[in-house]
């Protein structure tokens, strides 16, 4: 699915009339007659709901009550009311409204599916995806879709951007809407971004908050459920739960259960239990000697995408494998468990809170959960003495960028991930990000998701997980399988974000809400799981399969050509010893800048808008 939203004005038919002349876009116009919605899209994926001369769009995965969205449309006095429709509807999906000669686009609140925007010839227009809005910006001003070259140098980053960076598109000339936002565009071309949402407050005792994420998930996971379902079911909590869900709520469900390498990692074990209690689905095993491994290159030149370098790169060719098999079983719609452990487990940040809200009581707690940790007494005092800002926080971080990376004694109960720039990354690149961070603190002077840090921390993760699936399901688009964590649905994220945060952090119990929140759908036998499955084996496994491949890349790196790599740098560094995972994690984020440059999606590295010289 891909579209764009256009305003109800003069302006919008000369605008979509080059993507009208395909025969295969589809049309949807507001009362007036004006193209309103253009792109491709399945007849599932849209739900249309008029009164009178106003329309709503549902795009994506739902389930909605017509009649009721239906009086809620012709009852609003303004476009405000309608955010209690968009608060009520399960699964992940696009809001469109045209009320009124405005229009109005939105995404969900993870960036799961996201809203990009630009000006096209003095008129703002709207899409699900940056890239040809960049193509349009650009061919008015005489030129080709462009990538700014500071906010590439920003993907080098470990673990990742911090936000709002994250957000911004590697795109020239193209914004993203904000998190809990809704982008208003209009008659005359106009556009004004509006805050709608904001996270709750996390007051509600764990009984009632199990019950809300119970609710949600239900929900969400059914709104999928109405044709075959596929699902990951790796014999973890998270997806083993989805996978249960979906056969409480009548599914035609196919599971899929990738062996681990390690023969330690219990993963497999578990799962083959919770198949035992799903036998009306059909189940699927592969080994992992079988497929393809982590950072493989070859895939890169046919695999690129419109969005941007692929977040989970590392194991592209395997979610492609993965998506073709469960695509010829009749699926269209992946369940993943992504989202679990970012709403379920517990961050460091929680004991940062938990000391504001209960000074006296929770030291028991917090020294229980930095001996778990091994955090050294003097990182955690300072950690939970710190009381700076959030633009002071991402002020400092551009100080650190090459300092040595934290370590496991560190307690790290910052706004966020410590972020750092490779050991290859060049002079030029570490000055282009050090100079977006301070400028975006110091001009911007961003507020948090949150004033608690676990509650910011929290909704920051859902939104990189978002947004790494988003890119996962453009860079995969042509398999036709979509991928889908219903985890990361606005109800779900809401409910888990309303837990109290002590609640969150329970001595003994491994995800105590979410294990609530399926009990009873989920069978107390594999509820009774506590330990985790650990992947480094596939990641030392991928690297050594793959090292050469990987250092021929540095014999022509386009991140070279930009002045962002040195190749000579990155070549040592793969050719270095590596004793623990963690060593491997900065390659990541280079491997996919590089692979989406390689792509038939990106410009050419040497152009004038890339590299500022013309090849």
């Known amino acids: 699915m891909d579209f764009v939203v256009l305003p109800d004005g003069p302006a919008a038919p000369a605008v979509a009339e080059p993507l009208t002349r395909d025969p295969d876009v589809r049309v949807v116009r507001h009362a007036s007659g004006r193209p309103w919605l253009v792109g491709r899209w399945a007849d599932e994926d849209l739900t249309l ?21 239906e009086r809620a449309l012709a009852g609003a006095r303004t476009s405000d009311q309608l955010d209690d429709v968009a608060r009520s509807l399960p699964g992940c999906f696009h809001l469109v409204a045209s009320f009124d000669g405005w229009t109005r686009a939105q995404g969900s609140l993870s960036t799961a599916r996201q809203i990009f925007f630009a000006d096209v010839g003095g008129v703002t227009v709207a899409a699900d995806g940056p890239h040809r809005l960049a193509r349009w910006a650009d061919t008015g001003r005489g030129g080709d ?77 059914g709104a999928r459920a109405r044709a075959t379902l596929s699902a990951d079911l790796s014999g973890g909590l998270d997806s083993t739960s989805l996978c249960f869900l979906a056969d409480a709520a009548g599914a035609d469900l196919v599971t899929h259960h990738w062996t681990p390498a390690d023969r330690a990692n219990d993963d497999t074990a578990w799962a083959d239990r919770a198949a035992r209690h799903l036998p009306a689905a059909r189940h699927h095993v592969t080994a992992g000697r079988d497929g393809p491994t982590w950072y493989e290159t070859t895939a890169a030149a046919d695999s690129g995408h419109e969005e941007g370098p692929l ?3 590392r194991n592209r060719a395997h979610m492609r494998r993965l998506l073709s098999a469960m695509a010829a079983d009749g699926s269209r719609c992946h369940l993943l468990g992504v989202g679990g452990d970012e709403l379920f487990g517990v961050l460091p940040t929680a004991v940062w809170s938990l000391i504001r809200s209960h000074p006296f009581g929770s030291l028991p707690r917090i020294h229980r959960f930095r001996a778990l940790n091994r955090w050294s007494l003097a990182s ?117 974000l309303s837990v109290r945060i002590g609640d969150r952090l329970v001595s003994g119990d491994f995800k105590p809400v979410l294990r609530r929140a399926v009990g009873g759908i989920v069978p107390e036998e594999i509820l009774a799981r ?26 022509d790196l386009r ?42 999606a990106a410009p050419a590295p040497g152009a004038a808008s890339l590299a500022g010289e013309t090849s």
């Open 49 to 69: 709901v008029s009164a009178g001369a106003r329309r709503l769009a549902v795009l994506g995965r739902s389930a909605l009550d017509r009649h009721r969205v």
């Open 145 to 221: 879709a462009s990538v700014d070259r500071d906010l590439l140098a920003l993907r080098l980053l470990t673990p990742v951007p911090p936000w709002p960076l994250s957000l911004r598109p590697v795109w020239s000339g193209v914004s993203a809407l904000g998190v809990g936002c809704r982008l208003e565009l209009g008659p005359g071309g106009s556009a004004r971004e509006v805050r709608w949402w904001w996270p709750p407050e996390p007051g509600t005792p764990s009984e009632r908050a199990a019950e809300r994420v119970r609710e949600a998930l239900f929900a969400c996971v």
């Open 311 to 313: 977040p989970w790169a």
């Open 380 to 496: 955690t005092v300072r950690g939970l003495a710190d009381s700076a800002s959030f633009a002071a926080w991402l002020r400092s971080t551009a100080d650190r960028l090459t300092a040595p990376a934290p370590g496991p004694g560190d307690a790290l109960l910052g706004w966020g991930w410590e972020p750092r720039l490779p050991p290859w990354a060049t002079a030029d690149a570490v000055d282009a990000v050090r100079r977006l961070l301070r400028d975006t603190a110091e001009r911007a002077r961003p507020q948090p998701h949150h004033p608690d840090r676990a509650q910011h921390q929290t909704l920051d993760i859902v939104v990189q997980s978002g947004n790494a699936l988003r890119h996962l399901n453009a860079a995969l688009s042509d398999v036709g399988v979509t991928c889908e964590a219903p985890f990361l649905d606005d109800r779900v994220v809401e409910a888990a």
């Open 530 to 555: 506590r330990s985790k499955g650990e992947f480094s084996a596939e990641a030392f496994q991928g690297l050594r399969r793959n090292r050469g491949e990987l250092l021929d890349l540095c014999d």
């Open 559 to 600: 991140l070279s050509r930009l002045g962002l790599v040195d190749a000579g740098a990155l070549r040592t560094a793969l050719l270095g010893p590596k004793t623990r995972s963690r060593q491997l994690v900065p390659y990541e984020n280079t491997l996919a800048c590089e692979s989406w440059l390689r792509s038939v």
